[in-house]
């Protein structure tokens, strides 16, 4: 999507299909996340807990919590 100023519009997904086995990296200028309506103020530098949830290809789901750094605040 373009907006009219010629930018690129982020695209929002609710799931990100990832390869078996190779490292997949999130990152600013690729495919990244961006954290919305948060329930506490965070600055650049914070550490906030981030939990994603996998699913198999078999259906399995499983859950991991990390602690990710907050960064590209203005």
Partial sequence: M???DFKIAPK???ALP???N???RL???GSHLRLVDLTRTV???DTVPLTLTFKSASGEVVR???AV???GLS
Avoid: D, F, H, M
């Fill in 18 to 20: 990832l390869p078996a």
């Fill in 69 to 71: 750094q907050v960064r």
């Fill in 2 to 4: 373009v907006s009219e």
């Fill in 43 to 45: 600055n650049n530098g």
């Fill in 64 to 66: 991991k919590t990390i």
């Fill in 27 to 29: 990152a600013y200028r």
């Fill in 22 to 24: 190779p490292v997949v």
């Fill in 12 to 14: 929002v997904v609710t």
